[in-house]
């Protein structure tokens, strides 16, 4: 059964202080793996899409990196404005574009 | 003006009532998709439609039910709602192959009392 697991459940960063946020997962046949970000009160905006082990991808301050069982999204020098939920989501060979979803990470940048 | 629209955006209502939540999209995809989210839980699929005339059931598709009228608008239904079907629920869209990513609306917040 496709499974993904994220952590931490939440985390607490300092303006500046730069950290990471892990997927982790089980899935029959990778096709993609998906970060999206969400605001409270909004719907997931998505961020990245990852294919194979050994790619990343870079957007402002957030770089995506996956490996065969795990993804790592980094944040350098985090910002207030980037205090989101973070969800990461698979979609297996038979997924047919259905997407499992982590729980999340909820993250707080403090000034 | 927001691709993915979802109406109502907050909705209140009592146990055995019926229920129509309306999503409608600009973005000129095939692919629309429904799910509900609870706290821990993260998102769960409910239902899912790859064209007006190709519906599917997702991983909780009991007690829900679906309509797509048209390419651009795909509807959730509760034919008698419950309780435990209080739950944030969101729309999505994809285009048919491509890059697969998801785009969603914002959301209705439903309360079951």
């Known amino acids: 059964e496709d499974q993904v697991t994220q952590s931490p459940e939440a985390l607490r960063l300092q303006e500046g202080e730069s950290s990471s946020l892990n997927c982790s997962y089980t899935?029959?046949?990778?096709?993609?793996l998906f970060w999206y970000r969400q605001d409270p009160g909004k719907g997931p905006e998505f961020l990245f899409t990852?294919?194979?082990a050994g790619e990343e991808k870079e957007k402002e301050r957030l770089k995506a990196t996956l490996t065969k069982k795990e993804s790592f999204l980094h944040i350098t020098a985090p910002k207030p404005e980037d205090s989101a939920t973070y969800l990461c989501?698979?979609?297996?060979?038979?997924?047919?574009?259905?997407?499992?979803f982590g729980a999340g990470t909820r993250l707080a940048v403090h000034p | 003006d927001a691709d993915v629209t979802q109406t109502p955006r907050n909705r209140i209502t009592k146990t055995g009532k019926r229920i129509m939540l309306e999503c409608s999209q600009t973005?000129?995809?095939?692919?629309m998709y429904w799910y509900r989210q609870d706290p821990g839980l993260g998102l769960r699929l409910i239902y899912y439609?790859?064209?007006?005339?190709?519906?599917n059931k997702g991983e909780i598709s009991d007690g829900y039910s679906v309509s797509r009228q048209a390419q651009a608008k795909f509807s959730l239904s509760l034919e008698s709602a419950i309780p435990n079907q209080t739950a944030l629920y969101f729309c999505?869209?994809?285009?048919?192959?491509?890059?697969?990513?998801?785009?969603f609306g914002p959301g209705t917040r439903l309360t079951v009392l």
């Open positions: 989501a698979v979609q297996g060979a038979g997924g047919y574009n259905k997407l499992i």
């Open positions: 973005k000129g995809h095939d692919r």
């Open positions: 999505a869209t994809s285009a048919s192959g491509g890059d697969n990513e998801q785009f």
């Open positions: 439609s790859f064209d007006v005339k190709d519906i």
């Open positions: 899935v029959s046949g990778l096709r993609g």
């Open positions: 990852l294919y194979s």
